[in-house]
């Protein structure tokens, strides 16, 4: 999503929320401070951070140097927080503007940045909460496929996809000792299966 100077004036004039961050950032500001941000942003529903306006209401645009090949920029927060970051780099009559747009993090995973799960409070940032950690990794939910099935055999299996599996796991393992594993002992093998 690409942003006019009009979508910046909407955002100046608008509350600053969860989704969008102001900073002045005239001159520079700094990528490790920018990398917390985004991952900040990411694990409060995503929004944007915008550089070059002030953050104080009446906001007003005054320009930013900060990231002056904003592409390469992108690229590194990618790297750094594996989230699809973009960014909008909009010439406002009053000066450049850089917007980076933070998608949402996924359900049940919070972002780090520097080894740390960060989130917005105020103007500020802090590491996340035992609690809200807790919260968000609980969003997953239960993983059914870990569960033992007590009443379930060998014979409720489908024997193609058995030999199937062993298949695979000839070629990638290279063990070929594995096909003359009865199909039991080689689901057990695999750990798949447990007290036959």
Known sequence: MKWTPEQVNVALNAAEGETVEFKEAKRRFSFDELLKYCAAIANEGGGSILLGA???RPRRVVGTQAFLQPERTRSSLIEQIHLGVSFSEVFHPDGRILVFHVPPRPTGVPIKAKGVYWQREADSLKPMSEDRLRAVF?????????DICRSASINDLDLNVIEQFRRRWIAKSGNHALGALSAEQLLSDAEAIVDG
Do not use: C, L, N
């Open 54 to 56: 002030t953050d104080r």
């Open 138 to 146: 609980s969003e997953m939910g239960h993983d059914f496929s870990a």
